[in-house]
Nanobody, 119 residues
Framework: QVQLVESGGGLVQAGGSLRRSCAASGSRFSINTMGWFRQAPGNRRELVAGITSYDRTKYADSVKGRFTISRDNAKNTVTLQMNSLKPEDTAVYYC?????????????WGQGTQVTVSS
């Protein structure tokens, strides 16, 4: 029903930057929350950053000041700018979206893309 198509990601050295984008299509409902989760081997999936249609944002403490999330409501796209990357940021990053107000309740997921930060 809803497809989330991700772009960006890859391999970067510590201190570098990456930009990820995600576009939602095929939705029969309004998308409110959009954001990114990540999961590293041996770790639980965590919310990295989220943004609502009215620009309320939430960031994991570990990325505050380094990552910035933004969106284009008209295009149902979300972008995550990741700066000052650290090896501990290495994970598979998943785009997420939902029609409600809870960042943790989004029902739509992208395929996930590996981000690797070398030391």
């Amino acid at each position: 029903q809803v497809q989330l198509v991700e772009s960006g990601g890859g391999l970067v050295q510590a201190g570098g930057s990456l930009r990820r984008s995600c576009a939602a299509s095929g939705s029969r409902f309004s998308i409110n929350t959009m954001g990114w989760f990540r999961q590293a081997p041996g770790n639980r999936r965590e919310l990295v950053a989220g943004i609502t249609s009215y620009d309320r944002t939430k960031y994991a403490d570990s990325v505050k000041g380094r990552f910035t999330i933004s969106r284009d409501n008209a295009k149902n796209t979300v972008t995550l700018q990741m700066n000052s990357l650290k090896p501990e940021d290495t994970a598979v990053y998943y785009c997420n979206a939902g029609g409600g107000v809870d960042f943790y309740a989004g029902r739509y997921w992208g395929q996930g893309t590996q981000v690797t930060v070398s030391s």
